[in-house]
Nanobody, 124 residues
Framework: VQLQASGGGLVQVGGYLRLSCAAS????????MGWFRQAPGKEREFVAG????????DYEDSVKGRFTISRDNARNTVYLHMNNLKPEDTAVYYC??????????????????WGQGTLVTVSS
């Protein structure tokens, strides 16, 4: 069972990146999926989450209106579209799967599977 995050990189302030999280080994179509991030010296924090059918989403306040989470269950893939990036968005971004909940939860301990992380660097 594996979650593979990709799409990170170096981008200028105001730029755009799309992160992808491809799942393998089992279907994640019934799982809540989330994106978290961890900046140097800081704790891992919730960024966005999406319910299994994609009908419900939740976002951390600082990314609302800039980031969009989506999923393609046929491809077993979750995306994070990040617009108007800011230096404070710089972090390693992780995708994660929550097998047990029907609603999006913002606590990292709720998630059972984690990807390896992809680095996003926003330069000013």
């Amino acid at each position: 069972v594996q979650l593979q995050a990709s799409g990170g990189g170096l981008v200028q302030v105001g730029g755009y990146l799309r992160l992808s999280c491809a799942a393998s080994g089992r279907s994640f179509s019934n799982d809540v999926m989330g994106w978290f991030r961890q900046a140097p010296g800081k704790e891992r924090e919730f960024v966005a989450g999406i319910s299994a059918n994609g009908a419900n989403t939740d976002y951390e306040d600082s990314v609302k209106g800039r980031f969009t989470i989506s999923r393609d269950n046929a491809r077993n893939t979750v995306y994070l579209h990040m617009n108007n990036l800011k230096p404070e968005d710089t972090a390693v971004y992780y995708c994660a799967a929550d097998r047990l909940s029907y609603r999006v939860r913002a606590t990292a301990v709720s998630y059972d599977y984690w990807g390896q992380g992809t680095l996003v660097t926003v330069s000013s």
